[in-house]
């Protein structure tokens, strides 16, 4: 699981690479602070009293929830970035490390447009479910310290280890297949789902995630159909 992970750091130097993780850094950036402008003028734009003070304390709050709920839908726009830049990633992924490796399956449009789609919803329902689940709790600070990491990361560790390795398994395989697949690995994607959440919440390395999980993923489902093939 470590070694899949630092190749993936280590194709970032790979030319064909570079360009990738500029536009997948400059659109992250441009999505996550738009939409931390917009809901903090949805929250804070419109003052419903007429008192400094409170203006101010009413615009502070939604700037913080801004920030929150930028940080939980995060990792919805990081998926979206990377179900539209797999395909190049892969292939210098395996250009790279898996040469003798046969040419991957044309998967049709809609199944690439539904994919993306899916992960985007689920990841979307997932972190509203993270804010009814830790607005609640707030009232009571002394569960709020092991709830929120215990949510965000084993929540989107789940569900980014698994929408990352179908992408990139169904360049090889059928979409029964993959689920086969991922069934029979589950703890070890999970795994490493979990790494990919956690460096999503660390600052500038999480603008390169969406580049980094994809080359990684390859690498995991490259090892586990190879572990799967000697079983």
Not at 30 to 37: H, K, R, S, Y
Not at 60 to 87: D, I, K, Q
Not at 205 to 216: D, H
Request: glycine share 6%; net charge positive.
């Amino acid at each position: 699981m470590i070694s899949g992970l630092v190749l993936a750091f280590e194709q970032i130097g790979d030319p064909r690479v570079r360009s990738i993780i500029l536009r997948a850094v400059l659109i992250g950036m441009a999505v996550f602070i738009g939409l931390m402008l917009l809901i903090n003028w949805l929250l804070a734009g419109q003052s419903v009293v007429d008192i400094g003070w409170m203006d101010a304390v009413i615009r502070f709050l939604g700037g913080s929830a801004a920030f929150v709920l930028g940080l939980l839908f995060f990792p919805a726009f990081a998926g979206l970035v990377l179900s539209l830049n797999l395909e190049p990633i892969a292939r210098a992924v395996e250009a790279r490390h898996y040469p003798n490796l046969p040419p991957p399956r044309k998967e049709p449009v809609v199944e690439i447009i539904v994919n993306a789609l899916r992960f985007t919803c689920v990841t979307i329902a997932l972190n509203l479910l993270i804010l009814l689940i830790i607005v609640p709790v707030l009232i009571v600070p002394i569960l709020t310290i092991p709830l929120i990491p215990f949510v965000f990361y084993v929540l989107n560790g789940y569900l980014l280890g698994r929408e990352h390795f179908e992408f990139a398994a169904t360049r090889r395989l059928s979409p029964g297949a993959v689920r086969a697949l991922r069934k029979q690995h589950r703890t070890r994607i999970l795994l490493c789902g979990l790494a990919i959440s956690v460096l999503l919440t660390i600052p500038v390395v999480n603008l390169l995630m969406p580049v980094v999980a994809a080359a990684y993923m390859i690498h995991v489902f490259e090892g586990v159909r190879s572990d799967t093939e000697r079983a």
